[in-house]
């Protein structure tokens, strides 16, 4: 037994060395954002990466709610899973209360390909090099996203704009690689120096920024 648990955990470490190589995985094992909007913190956004036999497991968690005074508002929570196997993406399902209308999406790699269906779109063959996204991964943006909500093809078209200086929760700084993206969504994102996600910025529905400030940095 004890040389069994041994030889477990050496191929554990295997394991986690290969997938340092292949996806931006923090060490810590978690990517945590808070939530901000009008100089009030109205959420999390929370990855946590987890190594279970030979898959990646990231589970996701998003809370956000506004309040004016005790009333709440807004309401909004993301509860979702993927799986990576072999530095590819093999499952994503997630669930999703906005503000009391509800989404789900599911999409699986099998033998014809990546098969998507959700509530925002017929069942589909996505195309290849489209991910999820999540943004925790820098390569979503050489490719076609899924909508990680409802399951919807976007095709957005990505502009690197540099490096500078980026806010992290506490009111400390980080140099982040800035991209902006248009056309089927409108958003910008930043990548640390390692191309973990660093930040995200994007207009609300009343066109109050929307602003991820992450916590380990």
């Known amino acids: 037994m004890r040389r069994r648990a041994w030889l477990m955990g050496?191929?554990?470490?295997?394991?986690?060395?290969?997938?340092?190589?292949?996806?931006?995985?923090?060490?810590?094992?978690?990517?945590?954002?808070?939530?901000?909007?009008?100089?009030?913190?109205?959420?999390?956004?929370?990855?946590?990466?987890?190594?279970?036999g030979d898959k990646l497991v990231v589970t996701i968690?998003?809370?956000?709610?506004?309040?004016?005074?005790?009333?709440?508002?807004?309401?909004?929570?993301?509860?979702?899973?993927?799986?990576?196997q072999d530095g590819q993406i093999a499952h994503i399902h997630t669930v999703t209360n906005d503000n009391g209308s509800h989404a789900h999406m599911r999409a699986d790699m099998g033998a014809a390909g990546f098969a998507v269906q959700g509530n925002g779109t017929a069942p589909y063959m996505?195309?290849?090099?489209?991910?999820?996204?999540?943004?925790?991964?820098?390569?979503?943006?050489?490719?076609?996203?899924?909508?990680?909500?409802?399951?919807?093809?976007?095709?957005?078209?990505?502009?690197?704009l540099g490096e500078e200086s980026v806010t992290t929760a506490g009111g400390g700084t980080a140099t982040g690689r800035h991209y902006r993206v248009?056309?089927?969504?409108?958003?910008?994102?930043?990548?640390?120096?390692?191309?973990?996600?660093l930040a995200l910025s994007f207009a609300g529905k009343d066109g109050s920024e929307i602003r991820y400030l992450r916590r380990d940095v």
């Open 126 to 160: 996505a195309p290849p090099h489209a991910l999820p996204a999540t943004h925790w991964n820098h390569a979503e943006l050489d490719g076609p996203w899924i909508n990680p909500q409802n399951g919807k093809l976007l095709r957005p078209h990505v502009t690197p």
């Open 61 to 84: 968690a998003v809370r956000i709610a506004i309040y004016f005074g005790p009333i709440r508002l807004f309401n909004y929570r993301m509860d979702g899973v993927e799986q990576w």
């Open 182 to 197: 248009s056309g089927d969504v409108a958003l910008d994102l930043w990548y640390d120096t390692n191309q973990r996600w």
């Open 10 to 52: 050496v191929a554990g470490l295997v394991a986690h060395a290969a997938w340092g190589e292949t996806l931006p995985v923090p060490a810590s094992g978690q990517l945590a954002f808070e939530i901000w909007r009008k100089g009030d913190q109205i959420g999390t956004h929370t990855l946590t990466f987890v190594q279970t």
